[in-house]
């Protein structure tokens, strides 16, 4: 099948990663992602280019103007309310919470209410992390906020403040020693929210062949080592984005 279409992807990458996280690994991560849509392209019969961006800022810039956005679960939501992308599917790789306290501040989750918590505001781990608190009958005192997970591990770690929420994809590719001084409380692993592949309005034409694609993937002698490696897993189509809407402001 060949739509003969094209869309330009914008993936969104940490700055903090991309500048501390040179290893040969990290750099493998970025020609994976490359040749990920490559294989793509090939089996959606559409051609995709891609532009990897350093932070939000940069995102936020492109987003409006790029045919395809791989989005975190919040700026799926503003791809869709501003510009009226649609969403095309979603890996298995869920987007998950890190409840964090600092070494020798003890209990679990209950040590969360009332206390003042590092995070940074806006973000999915932020809302995500204050959602999963209510539902448990939970609420934190005071959010302090900060510019980055980077920031509120430091925070953490020096005593700032005991208790933080960080960013499971940003713990994931810490070195295990980045963690000291850092006692983790609990890892979500609820499966709700994932990253979306997001479609400009421009392209909704695309939508279908762009499915089939991704749901080749995992058979492909390529593309299944390629999901692998990169941790995604099969994907699956999305439709909605209205459980986006249930994560709250703390």
Known sequence: MSSGGRANMILRGSARVIRHRLSPRHRKNVATWIEFLVVLGQLAGVEVGYTFVADFDEFEDQLGRAGLAYAHPLAALEAAERFGY???????????????????????????????????????????????????????????????????????????????????????????????GVRVVEVTNTGRFRHVLMLHPDHAELRGALREGLAKLPDHPVGGELLRELGLGAWTAHDDLGDLRTLQDC
């Open 86 to 180: 649609l969403p095309v599917a979603s890996p298995e790789h869920s987007d998950e919470v890190v409840f964090v306290a600092r070494e020798g501040v003890e209990g679990g989750l209950e040590g969360f209410a009332g206390a003042e918590v590092a995070s940074v505001p806006g973000q999915f781990a932020t809302r995500f992390g204050c959602t999963l608190l209510r539902e448990r009958g939970l609420a934190i005192g005071r959010l302090r906020a900060y510019a980055s997970c980077q920031e509120v591990l430091e925070a953490v770690r020096s005593g700032g403040v005991d208790r933080g929420f960080l960013y499971k994809d940003f713990v994931d590719h810490l070195d295990p020693l980045s963690l000291e």
